[in-house]
């Protein structure tokens, strides 16, 4: 039974970076998009200011494209005149956003 364990909690364990690598690829991925804005929305409930918003992103996020995603998300939510908004609130917001920018941009067949 030990066996099962340690071989489970190592086979956790290696798989694990290779799942943030994928994780951080963000850009194409709506369900990814809301999660991020679920994120930058928490992180403005408990008063991160916008510049350090944009350095969080900047320390995690490497590819271009998913900075861009990034940044924008952040300066929509730190925008004055966009009202606070709950993680969850922001994550429906900007999946939904997304998944009908998806639709109006694929191919009419």
């Not at 995690?60 to 993680?87: C, F, H, L, W």
Request: with cysteine.
């Amino acid at each position: 039974m030990k066996r099962v364990v340690v071989s489970a909690v190592v086979a956790v364990c290696l798989a694990q970076p290779a799942v943030e690598a994928v994780a951080q690829t963000v850009s194409d991925q709506c369900f990814a998009i809301g999660d991020i804005a679920g994120q930058v929305a928490s992180w403005r409930a408990h008063k991160k200011t916008k510049e350090q918003a944009l350095a969080q992103a900047a320390k995690y996020y490497n590819d271009e494209s998913d900075r861009q995603a990034v940044g924008a998300i952040i300066e929509k939510i730190y925008r004055p005149d966009t009202p606070r908004m709950t993680p969850d609130q922001a994550s429906m917001m900007f999946t939904s956003e997304c998944a009908n920018q998806r639709k109006s941009q694929a191919p009419k067949q």
